[in-house]
């Protein structure tokens, strides 16, 4: 490292070894492929050229496993009995397109959606009926 710049060092987690030691200004590609799903915090400790030095901590989450819904269950949900559970689980791994065939997660039809086609399909029999009939006014 030359001595008119400023450096940094990058650590992840409590890990003593750095990930890297660049000079300032850099643009930094952080794979986190390497890491494992959860909660982690970056370190970044700064050096100037006069000694001085500089610390930022950041905190983020990594999530490059499969994402998992689930329908059926929620946090905190009080059951009883059995009941139905729909999971589904899929990877986006490092495409470069988009895979139709499962990277969508099925979802059951929620009850208001329902209550809404059976009042549009009655107004439309309705509206049919008393079309081909004759306005009754």
């Known amino acids: 490292m030359t001595k008119d710049k400023t450096s940094v060092l990058l650590f992840i987690d409590d890990d003593p070894k750095p ?3 660049l000079e300032t200004p850099i643009v930094f590609d952080f794979d986190t492929s390497k890491l494992a799903d959860g909660d982690h915090v970056l370190k970044i400790i700064s050096k100037s050229p006069k000694g001085r030095e500089g610390i930022r901590k950041i905190k983020f989450t990594v999530k490059n496993g499969p994402s998992i819904s689930i329908e059926g269950l929620k946090e905190n ?27 969508e997660t099925p979802q059951t039809v929620p009850v208001w959606m329902w209550v809404i086609i059976i009042l549009i399909a009655a107004w439309g029999a309705y509206y049919g009926i008393t079309y081909f009939n004759g306005h009754p006014y």
């Open 19 to 21: 990930i890297a030691e």
């Open 77 to 103: 949900d009080i059951v009883d009995g059995s009941f139905p559970l729909m999971i589904n689980s899929y990877d986006k791994d490092s495409q470069k397109s988009f895979v139709i065939e499962g990277s």
